[in-house]
T-cell receptor, first 111, second 114 residues
Framework: DQQVKQNSPSLSVQEGRISILNCDYT??????FLWYKKYPAEGPTFLIS?????DKNEDGRFTVFLNKSAKHLSLHIVPSQPGDSAVYFC??????????FGDGTTLTVKP | DAGVIQSPRHEVTEMGQEVTLRCKPI?????LFWYRQTMMRGLELLIY????????DSGMPEDRFSAKMPNASFSTLKIQPSEPRDSAVYFC????????????FGPGTRLTVL
């Protein structure tokens, strides 16, 4: 059973518009969530995180929202830039410290 | 700091051979993680260490896989014997203070088992 799901394998947006990437989870014991960005032939790089005691965290163009009742988090990128084109993974960490990743969403930002 | 270093970057081997992947974490990081990425299963955690001690190896697929961390600056992931279904990209990552701390990933090792 996949505990972290990114239901959209791909997303395409126009430069300057908002990108919204979604992630759903099933385990209510997760207490920390992260987003990573991955370019081809590179390892994932950390983007932004949020603790389960918060519902929003913002860092420049990136904002992560957490809806615990819906077990849903989203990453907003505004404005989107062509350099944001990459695969985005959400990850959840439980009390045991084990990370569980979603399958990723490929974002393409068109100039 | 050079970041997490993995070697080799690419490995092509034949079924049945032993494969050893290597990782050097960022200096001062107490946690080290091994991940595998495949098209079918995405990015999955295989095992992670804290202060060189394996904490959770529940993601290790089977006994053919083993991981060691003999000291704070080196870890290996060994597959013996290798099988074609082991073909994947293997990532090593490290974090400083806890398993919830930001993980810094290496560039990965692309393994192809023929």
């Amino acid at each position: 059973d996949q505990q972290v799901k990114q239901n959209s394998p791909s997303l395409s947006v126009q430069e300057g518009r908002i990108s919204i990437l979604n992630c759903d989870y099933t385990n209510s014991m997760f207490d920390y969530f992260l987003w990573y960005k991955k370019y081809p032939a590179e390892g994932p790089t950390f983007l932004i995180s949020i603790s389960s005691i918060k519902d929003k965290n913002e860092d420049g163009r990136f904002t992560v929202f957490l809806n615990k009742s819906a077990k849903h988090l989203s990453l907003h990128i505004v404005p989107s830039q062509p350099g944001d084109s990459a695969v985005y993974f959400c990850a959840a960490i439980g009390h045991a410290g084990k990370s569980t990743f979603g399958d990723g969403t490929t974002l393409t930002v068109k100039p | 700091d050079a970041g997490v270093i993995q070697s080799p970057r690419h490995e092509v081997t034949e079924m049945g051979q032993e494969v050893t992947l290597r990782c050097k974490p960022i200096s001062g990081h107490d946690y080290l993680f091994w991940y595998r990425q495949t098209m079918m299963r995405g990015l999955e955690l295989l095992i992670y260490f804290n202060n060189n001690v394996p904490i959770d190896d529940s993601g290790m697929p089977e006994d053919r896989f083993s991981a060691k961390m003999p000291n704070a600056s080196f870890s290996t992931l060994k597959i013996q014997p290798s099988e074609p279904r082991d073909s994947a990209v293997y990532f090593c990552a490290s974090s400083q203070l806890s398993s919830t701390d930001t993980q810094y990933f290496g560039p990965g090792t692309r393994l192809t088992v023929l």
